[in-house]
């Protein structure tokens, strides 16, 4: 008796649990540049107050020795502000290594970690990077969340980022 | 050569009154106000006419410099060398939260008459009544009081406890959390009481690259506070004077300043 309750709410519940996804294609620019070092970069997602819904990857030299690298991540600073100053890195599953130029896609689903469940409203995504001997530059790209439809959006940068596409799956 | 002695002492005296000098600027610029992680930070100290450039005097530091940790324990300066335009020491922050660096200072200045000859005298508290003669004619007596300081945080900041000596500031937006086109609020205190009609400057650094002062000038309200929102990032010289008699003489005129170094960041 209980199980059939219990498939019965799983039936009726059924399409929420269908886990939306959102995929991030993060496009970072080459230079020639001798003294070129990978950017460190993040990425999260806001309310439209600024506050923080998710800490989704933090791109950062972590083999460093002494964790020297960990020195650098307050300049992304508006994710140093917003997130990174009050958390230890590394974060399983948020931070992994530096990455070379060119389009690296970062796939998040529903309901896991770091996207976590996210209450439907407006959101945006903010990819932020910034260079040794370079520059520092911040885009955001506005999403609503859940998506009712497949989606898809691209910001592009002018300097340490390129084209930034959010794709949205119901 | 008989120059250089006196030189140097009022080198010394204008860096005891520098926040009472009124053409030059004392201040403390700190290497960074933002740290990832545990780390040396240095700091410049001078007395200039250009903000954060040292082109006059360095900065006298002898036992009135304290580094305070978030826990409210004592750093000790290392590598503390004085040369020709400015004095630098470095900085241990060990831990993480928010460090205050602050340079203090008390004197008392007199002027009497002797006859016809004006006589003046400065010094501390304590030699005034060895130096100072108490039935002077025409003695006037004032107090001054100065405090420079600056902010460090490593990590997240942490609230800063004011120490309830004299002039000072009081966070109620964190002196390391100031960013371009927000509202900065900040609490003036006078032995921990806030202080209303306090003068507050705000000037940018970078001086020597621009044509105007650009002083942002503002009171201290009932409460006691400031609100200033940043249009441009950048290091800025705060400083704040009032004058009251609610010093350790008497009646005496007193003097209160205090001078900060806030970084203000883009967004």
Redesign the interface.
């Known amino acids: 008796m209980k199980r059939t309750l219990l498939s019965a709410a799983l039936l009726t519940f059924a399409p929420v649990l269908v886990a939306a996804e959102l995929h991030v294609d993060v496009e970072l620019p080459a230079f020639n540049a001798p003294d070129y070092r990978r950017p460190y970069v993040a990425v999260w997602i806001e309310r439209p107050d600024n506050s923080v819904a998710a800490n989704l990857a933090v791109w950062y030299d972590a083999k460093m020795r002494n964790?020297d690298g960990?020195?650098?991540?307050?300049d992304m600073?508006?994710w140093?502000?917003r997130i990174?100053?009050?958390l230890q890195v590394p974060i399983d599953g948020v931070t992994s290594a530096t990455r070379a130029p060119g389009v690296h896609r970062l796939s998040f689903t529903a309901g896991q970690a770091p996207l976590g469940q996210l209450p439907a409203g407006e959101y945006r995504l903010l990819v932020e990077a910034s260079r040794e001997h370079g520059g520092r530059e911040v885009v955001s790209v506005p999403l609503n969340w859940p998506p009712q439809a497949a989606a898809s959006a691209t910001v592009r940068g002018e300097h340490e980022l390129g084209a930034i596409t959010v794709q949205l799956k119901p | 050569m008989t120059v250089r002695p006196r030189l140097a002492v009022a080198a010394f005296a204008l860096s005891l009154a520098a926040p009472f000098a009124g053409a030059h600027e004392a201040w403390l610029l700190p290497s960074s106000t933002v740290l990832s992680a545990p780390g040396y930070v240095t700091l410049d100290g001078a007395v200039s006419n250009q903000t954060f450039h040292f082109n006059y005097r360095p900065m006298m530091i002898r036992d009135n410099l304290a580094i305070t940790a978030p826990d409210g324990t004592a750093v000790q300066p290392e590598g503390l060398t004085q040369g020709k335009l400015r004095t630098v020491f470095d900085a241990n922050l060990a831990v993480a939260g928010t460090y205050r660096v602050a340079l203090t200072n008390a004197s008392v200045m007199a002027s009497w008459k002797e006859g016809s000859e004006t006589k003046r005298w400065r010094g501390t508290h304590e030699a005034l009544a060895a130096n100072v003669p108490a039935d002077a004619a025409e003695l006037s007596v004032r107090e001054g009081v100065g405090r420079i300081e600056t902010f460090i945080t490593v990590g997240s900041p942490t609230p800063v406890t004011p120490t309830g000596l004299g002039l000072e500031m009081v966070s109620v937006t964190h002196p390391n959390d100031l960013y371009v086109g927000e509202a900065a609020t900040f609490g003036f205190v006078i032995d921990g009481k806030p202080v209303a009609d306090v003068k507050v400057e705000l000037m940018a650094g970078g001086m020597r690259y621009r044509d105007q002062l650009d002083k942002i000038t503002l009171h201290t309200d009932a409460r006691g506070q400031v609100t200033h929102t940043w249009a441009e990032p950048g290091m800025y010289y705060l400083k704040a004077v009032i004058d009251d008699r609610g010093g350790r003489i008497a009646n005496a005129e007193r003097r209160l300043s205090y001078v900060a170094t806030l970084e203000v960041l883009p967004q």
């Open positions: 964790n960990i020195q650098w991540l307050k600073r508006m140093w502000r990174g100053r009050d």
